[in-house]
């Protein structure tokens, strides 16, 4: 990550520093409804796994894992736009901003890469959870069925239509 260069920065317009246009609050608005949705969910799925079905797997640790990075990036992301003016466009934050603003995408951009990591291991590990072991005998059987509708249907087609 880097500063532009000097001629991509003579192709901006002149900046405002002392009254620029921003984005308004959105990002405050969507991450204070979804990040509480996400704490509740996930908060549900392992009250239901420890007490209800009794079965805290090593799925349900990545994705509790998954929840810390994830909770970061919301954090900083909010912070980052009011503190560090990411609610701008980049001809209007200063040069100090700018750097360090690079700097800080560099740790969301990491963070979030360790938050999909754990998220893809959670998803791996629960596509191998017992519920879709037992229920692998009725997968193959339909799978089978389906494949000798298919070769049932294709093969009674004709190949050569007679045109008149």
């Known amino acids: ?34 990040l509480p949705i996400v704490y509740i969910v996930v908060g549900l799925r392992t009250f239901t796994r420890i007490y209800l079905s009794k079965h805290f797997g090593v799925d349900d640790i990545f994705l509790l894992i998954a929840l810390i990075p994830t909770s970061i990036c919301a954090v900083l992301a909010l912070l980052a736009q009011e503190r560090w003016k990411w609610n701008r466009h980049i001809w209007d934050v200063t040069p100090d901003y700018a750097e360090f603003g690079l700097k800080m995408s560099l740790l969301l951009e990491c963070l979030f890469g360790l938050a999909v990591a754990f998220h893809k291991n959670f998803f791996t590990h629960l596509g191998n959870a ?27 087609c004709p190949t050569h239509l007679k045109t008149a």
Do not use: K
Not at 6 to 34: C, D, H, K, M
Not at 137 to 145: E, I, K
């Open 1 to 34: 990550m880097q500063i532009p260069s000097p001629q991509v920065l003579s192709t901006f317009p002149q900046p405002n520093y002392i009254n620029p246009e921003t984005r308004g609050p959105a990002l405050l608005i969507i991450t204070a409804i979804f």
């Open 130 to 156: 017992g519920y879709v072991q037992r229920n692998r005998q009725s997968h193959l059987r339909w799978l089978l069925s389906t494949t000798a509708v298919l070769f049932q249907t294709t093969g009674s």
